[in-house]
């Protein structure tokens, strides 16, 4: 019998929202069909499943590739992907994943007649083809961005000793995927010399680290993920004016414009706080609705 090897892991995945209207949709598809699901497939093999509701978006923060529903996070002990392992994982029960998921969170295009979940009329997707969904940017559409990473941090940029004594957290996550053609070190290169100290000079920035995303894990296109910490959201407006005055402009830029990557597709973040709405494996008791 193949066994799967002990690989601590995390992973996050972005998820944005099509349409206000979709809100309410998309939270009772997550929390009466996909939690239950989730945690009867890896249960046994996850340490945290957490879910971390989106901020609103900052002024100017579009166009960084903000995505407006949440952050989902796992703390994996195994590799859900190790083939040795797949090989004789079979699911007893598929993923109740249907298409119009995709159409709230913004991953296929909206036909303008997205409706309540209908088991007798929906499509089904496997979970796994629908999280490798890569949208359409001609569509207005986004990628489905589940990435794996590191369990620490593999670089600090600035604020470490930060405590919780320190005061609240208004979080910045961001991925960033180089143009093809620009390697991860060139790259790299520019993120860390221009774009990271464009941000990090400023005082309303109080923490930042990084790591690079384990793209061997499930082929994710993003090569790269930045965690950067503010005051309060005014302290990150005035750090991202200051940041597109300081950042040089790479020879590779995607766009005209600061942060020189497109959005979404070169850049993709989320807002957040330093709470978890909901950590599933220890809260979660049932789609229970308020009366």
């Known amino acids: 019998m193949n066994r799967p090897e002990f690989y601590p892991v995390r ?14 949709k998309l939270e009772n598809w997550l929390y009466r069909y996909h939690v239950p699901d989730s945690i009867s497939q890896f249960g ?8 971390y509701p989106a901020l609103p978006t900052p002024p100017g923060g579009a166009r960084f590739g903000t995505v407006r529903m949440q952050m989902t996070e ?3 002990l195994a590799n859900p992907n190790d083939l040795g392992f797949a090989k004789d994982h079979h699911k007893v029960l598929t993923e109740f994943f249907p298409t119009d998921v995709l159409v709230w969170q913004n991953n296929i295009p909206d036909q303008g007649h997205s409706h309540g979940i209908d088991k007798s009329q929906e499509v089904n997707l496997e979970g796994d083809d629908a999280r490798a969904t890569k949208g359409d940017e001609a569509a207005g559409t986004v990628p489905f961005i589940f ?6 941090w593999e670089e600090d940029f600035k604020g470490e000793g930060r405590t919780v004594e320190d005061g609240p957290n208004y979080r910045w996550m961001f ?3 180089y143009p093809e053609g620009v390697s991860a070190e060139e790259g790299d290169k520019w993120l860390k010399e221009e774009f990271i100290p464009a941000w990090t000079s400023h005082e309303g920035c109080t923490r930042c680290v990084s790591s690079k995303i384990k793209k061997e894990v499930n082929n994710c296109d993003f090569d790269r993920i930045v965690e950067m910490w503010f005051e309060c959201q005014s302290a990150w407006c005035d750090a991202a004016a200051a940041a597109a005055e300081k950042c040089a402009k790479p020879a590779w830029a995607e766009t005209e414009d600061f942060p020189y990557l497109k959005k979404s ?26 009366r």
């Open 11 to 24: 992973s996050i995945i972005l998820v944005d929202l099509a349409h206000e209207d979709y809100r309410i």
């Open 147 to 152: 990435a794996f990473v590191p369990v620490w």
């Open 265 to 290: 597709y070169g850049i993709s973040g989320i807002f957040l706080s330093d709470y978890a709405r909901s950590d599933n494996l220890t809260q979660y008791r049932g789609y229970i609705t308020m």
């Open 175 to 177: 991925m960033v995927k």
């Open 74 to 76: 796992h703390y994996w």
């Open 44 to 51: 046994p093999y996850v340490s945290k499943y957490a879910f």
